[in-house]
C-alpha cells in the first residue's frame, strides 16, 4: 500500500491505542519512587555505619538521573514542570551538609526531615502532573478518533482510488521483478496462506487495539509509596483493579484548597462508635477515622486480647441489619459499610485442627481401602479353591493306572500347600496392616507434638533479638529483590510497547535473535519472579509465627501497663479513705488523752448489765448457743492473727525506744543538725597550726 494510503489510515490505528508517552510516564515515575527509596534506606545505612558517603551518593546520582528521565517524558507529553523546580540541587545542598556530619541517628534526624519534605512535595506534583497528562492523552485520543471517522466518511471513494492506484503501483514492480507465472502465483493465494493471513490479521488488530501491556505492579508500587512517604496509612489504599490505580486526579493540588480541606478534617469526628463480637463476647468500642482493616484487628487485639496463633488472621464479618445476615467485609468497602453502631464479627477457623482431621480421615480411607482389597482377594481364592474341588468331585471316573493317579495326587497336595501358605501370608499382611494403622496414628500424634514443642522452643523468648534480625534481614532481602524485579519487568513493558509499535503501526518485522533475546528476558524474569514467590511462600509460616510471639508480648505489655495505671487510680483512693480514718483516729485520740475519765466512762457505759430478772446462767446459755452456731474460717483466722501480729510487732518497736532515742530520730531525720566542718576541714586546720608551730621554733618563713 502506498504511502498516502497508510497516513490516512494511520489516526484510526492510534484511535485505539494507548498514549505512548503516558506508558513512558509511567515507567520514569516508577523508577522515580525507586530511586527516592533507595535514597531513603541508603541515608538509614550511613547512619547506622553500615554505609559510606559514596553509597549515599551513587543513590543520589541515580535519583538525579531518573528525576530528568522523568521530566523529558513529561514535556514529551505536552506537560508543563517549571514548578517542579531543581529537585536533584536542593536534596544536594541537605546531602552535604548531612555527610559532613558524624554518621549518627541524631545526625539524621537533624537533615531527614528536610529531605522527606522534599521528596514529598516532588511526588505530590508528580501526582498531579501525571493526572494532567492523562487527561491530555485521553483529550488526544478522542479527537483523533473523532477526526478519523469524519474522515472515512466524507471520502470513501478517495480511500478506493488509492488502494487501486497502490494495488497497480505494487504490481508494475512486481512485473519488473517476476516473471508472468510466479506474478499469477502470487496473486492466487492457498488455502494455508489465506488462513495465515486471517490470523496475522487478528493478531494485528489485538496489538493495535494497545491494551497488552498493563502495569498493575508499577501502579501498585506508586501508590503504595506516595502514602508512605506521605505519611499515610497504606491499609488506606484501595484495591487494584483492571483499571490504574493513579488514574484518578488528586482532589486538590493548590494550596489554598490543601488549608481549606485541613480546616474541614478538623471538624470532623475523630472516631466511631461500633459493636465488636467474638464467640459471646460482644463489646462496645470506639473505632478510630480513618477506618482501616488494621485498626479493626487492633482493637480485636486489645479489647479481647486476641492472638491468632500461626494461621493467618481471620475474615473481619459485618452484620447487615435490613436482612439479619453476616457477611464478608471487603477492604475497599470500609469507608461505606463500617458507619456508626454497626456490628463487626470476628470468625477464627481451628486450621490446625481440621487439617489433622483431614489426615486422619485419609489414614481411615486407606486402611478401610487396603481391608476391602485384603477381602476381595481371599473371596477369589476361596472362590479358585472351591472351583477346583467341584470339578474334581464331578469328573468322569476314568481307568486310570497308578502312577497317573499317583502325579495327581502329589499336584494336588502341592497346590493345597501352596494355598495354605497364601492363607497364612494374607494373614500375617492383615496383622502386619492392622500395626501400621495404629501406627501411622500414632506418628502423626507424636509428631505433631514434636512440632508444637519444636516451635516453642525456636520462637522462645531468649530469641526475641534473633527473631527481630531475621525479620529485618527478609525484609531487607525481599525489598531488594521485588525493586530489581520490578525495575526488570517495567523496562520488558518498555521494550514489550517498543516492539508493539514497531509490528502494528510501523510494519517493521522482527528478527529471530531479537525474539530469541526477548522471549529469554522474559523467560528471566518470570524465574525471579518464582524465586521470590517461593521465598515469600516459605518465610510465611516463620514470619507468623514472630509476629504471633511479638503480638503477645505487647497484648501482656499493654494488659500489665493498664493494670498498673488502674492500680495507681486506686491506690490513690486507698491512701485517701486511709488518711481520712486516721484523720479521725488522731481527733478522738487527742480527746481521749485530753479527758481520761470521759474515755473510762464511756466504755462502761457500753458494757452490757444484766436487767432486772435475768441470771448468768441464760446469759451464758445464749452466749454458748451463738458460739455453736458459729462457722469458723480458719483462712481469715489465720489472716487477722498475721496482721496482729504486725500490728504487735510495731507496737513494741516503738514501745522499745526511750524518749530520748525518739527525739534523737527525728531531729535526724528532720536535718536539724547542725552543719559542722568535716575531717577534710579539721585536717586543714591541723596543717595550719603545723606551719605556725614550725615557724615560731624554727624561723621558717
Known amino acids: 500500500m502506498s504511502s498516502h494510503s497508510s497516513s490516512g489510515h494511520q489516526p484510526s490505528r492510534n484511535s485505539g491505542s494507548k498514549s505512548p508517552s503516558m506508558s513512558t510516564i509511567e515507567s520514569s515515575v516508577t523508577r522515580l519512587l525507586v530511586s527516592t527509596k533507595h535514597l531513603l534506606e541508603s541515608l538509614t545505612q550511613w547512619a547506622r555505619q553500615e554505609a559510606d558517603d559514596k553509597f549515599v551518593s551513587d543513590a543520589y546520582v541515580k535519583l538525579g538521573n531518573d528525576f530528568r528521565a522523568a521530566a523529558r517524558a513529561f514535556n514529551n507529553a505536552g506537560v508543563d514542570i517549571s514548578d517542579l523546580g531543581d529537585v536533584p540541587k536542593a536534596l544536594r545542598i541537605v546531602l552535604e551538609s548531612a555527610l559532613s556530619e558524624v554518621p549518627t541517628q541524631e545526625s539524621l534526624d537533624k537533615f531527614l526531615p528536610n529531605v522527606r519534605n522534599i521528596i514529598v512535595n516532588l511526588l505530590s506534583t508528580l501526582k498531579a502532573k501525571q493526572a494532567k497528562a492523562k487527561e491530555l492523552s485521553e483529550h488526544g485520543s478522542r479527537h483523533s478518533s473523532i477526526s478519523s471517522r469524519s474522515l472515512n466518511e466524507a471520502s470513501p471513494k478517495l480511500d478506493v482510488n488509492l488502494n487501486i492506484k497502490g494495488h497497480h503501483a505494487s504490481r508494475d514492480s512486481d512485473s519488473q521483478r517476476y516473471s508472468a507465472k510466479e506474478v499469477l502465483s502470487d496473486n492466487q493465494p492457498t488455502n494455508e496462506e489465506r488462513t495465515s493471513s486471517v490470523a496475522s490479521s487478528a493478531a494485528l488488530a489485538q496489538l493495535q487495539k494497545g491494551n497488552a501491556v498493563s502495569r498493575r505492579a508499577s501502579k501498585r508500587f506508586s501508590a503504595y509509596q506516595f502514602a508512605k512517604l506521605a505519611n499515610y496509612s497504606t491499609n488506606q489504599l484501595p484495591r487494584l483493579s483492571s483499571e490504574s ?165 502329589s499336584k494336588y497336595l502341592t497346590l493345597s500347600n501352596d494355598l495354605r501358605e497364601v492363607f497364612n501370608e494374607i494373614k500375617a499382611i492383615k496383622s502386619v496392616q492392622h500395626h501400621r494403622k495404629s501406627f501411622v496414628a500414632k506418628s502423626i500424634e507424636d509428631l505433631t507434638a514434636e512440632l508444637s514443642v519444636l516451635k516453642d522452643l525456636t520462637f522462645a523468648e531468649s530469641g526475641s533479638n534473633s527473631n527481630r534480625t531475621y525479620m529485618q534481614h527478609s525484609y531487607a532481602k525481599l525489598s531488594d529483590e521485588s525493586d530489581n524485579l520490578l525495575t526488570k519487568v517495567d523496562d520488558l513493558q518498555d521494550m514489550m510497547e517498543a516492539l508493539r509499535k514497531d509490528v502494528a503501526q510501523r510494519g517493521v518485522r522482527i528478527g529471530p535473535q531479537q525474539l530469541k533475546s526477548t522471549r529469554k528476558e522474559i523467560d528471566d524474569a518470570k524465574s525471579s519472579l518464582k524465586v521470590l514467590a517461593d521465598f515469600i511462600s516459605d518465610g510465611k509460616p516463620t514470619w507468623k509465627k514472630i509476629w504471633e510471639s511479638e503480638l503477645d508480648k505487647v497484648c501482656e505489655e499493654q494488659q500489665f501497663f493498664n493494670l498498673q495505671d488502674d492500680l495507681t487510680i486506686d491506690l490513690i483512693e486507698d491512701i485517701k479513705k486511709i488518711e481520712e480514718t486516721f484523720e479521725l483516729i488522731e481527733k478522738c485520740s487527742v480527746e481521749q488523752n485530753k479527758n481520761p475519765l470521759l474515755k473510762r466512762n464511756k466504755f462502761t457505759s457500753k458494757l452490757c448489765l444484766i436487767e432486772p430478772g435475768e441470771s448468768m446462767h441464760n446469759i451464758k446459755d445464749a452466749v454458748l448457743n451463738e458460739v455453736a452456731t458459729l462457722v469458723p474460717n480458719h483462712e481469715s483466722r489465720l489472716e487477722a492473727i498475721a496482721k496482729a501480729e504486725k500490728l504487735r510487732q510495731k507496737e513494741r518497736e516503738l514501745a522499745s525506744l526511750t524518749e530520748f532515742q525518739e527525739e534523737l530520730g527525728e531531729f535526724v531525720e528532720e536535718k536539724r543538725l547542725k552543719h559542722s566542718v568535716g575531717i577534710e576541714e579539721i585536717e586543714k586546720l591541723r596543717q595550719q597550726k603545723d606551719s605556725e608551730n614550725l615557724k615560731s621554733s624554727f624561723g621558717i618563713i
Do not use: C, W
Not at 468500642?285 to 494461621?311: C, M
Not at 475474615?315 to 464478608?328: A, F
Not at 483431614?358 to 477369589?380: A, C, R, T, W
Open 245 to 409: 490505580a493513579l488514574s484518578d486526579p488528586p482532589k486538590s493540588t493548590i494550596p489554598g484548597e490543601k488549608v481549606n480541606t485541613e480546616e474541614v478534617q478538623t471538624d470532623a469526628p475523630s472516631s466511631i462508635k461500633v459493636f465488636l463480637r467474638i464467640g459471646d463476647r460482644t463489646k462496645k468500642v470506639d473505632l478510630p477515622l480513618p477506618v482501616t482493616v488494621a485498626s479493626i484487628r487492633l482493637l480485636f487485639v486489645e479489647k479481647f486480647a486476641y492472638s491468632p496463633g500461626t494461621a493467618a488472621f481471620p475474615d473481619i464479618y459485618i452484620l447487615d441489619n435490613e436482612h439479619n445476615i453476616t457477611y464478608e467485609l471487603e477492604e475497599s468497602a470500609l469507608d461505606q459499610e463500617v458507619k456508626e453502631g454497626v456490628l463487626l464479627v470476628l470468625k477464627s477457623i481451628d486450621k490446625e485442627k481440621e487439617s489433622l482431621k483431614g489426615l486422619q480421615e485419609k489414614v481411615d480411607s486407606f486402611g478401610s481401602h487396603l481391608d476391602n482389597v485384603i477381602s476381595n482377594f481371599v473371596n477369589d481364592i476361596k472362590e479358585s479353591v472351591d472351583s477346583i474341588k467341584f470339578q474334581m468331585n464331578n469328573a468322569p471316573a476314568k481307568e486310570t493306572n497308578g502312577s497317573e493317579t499317583a502325579d495327581f495326587k
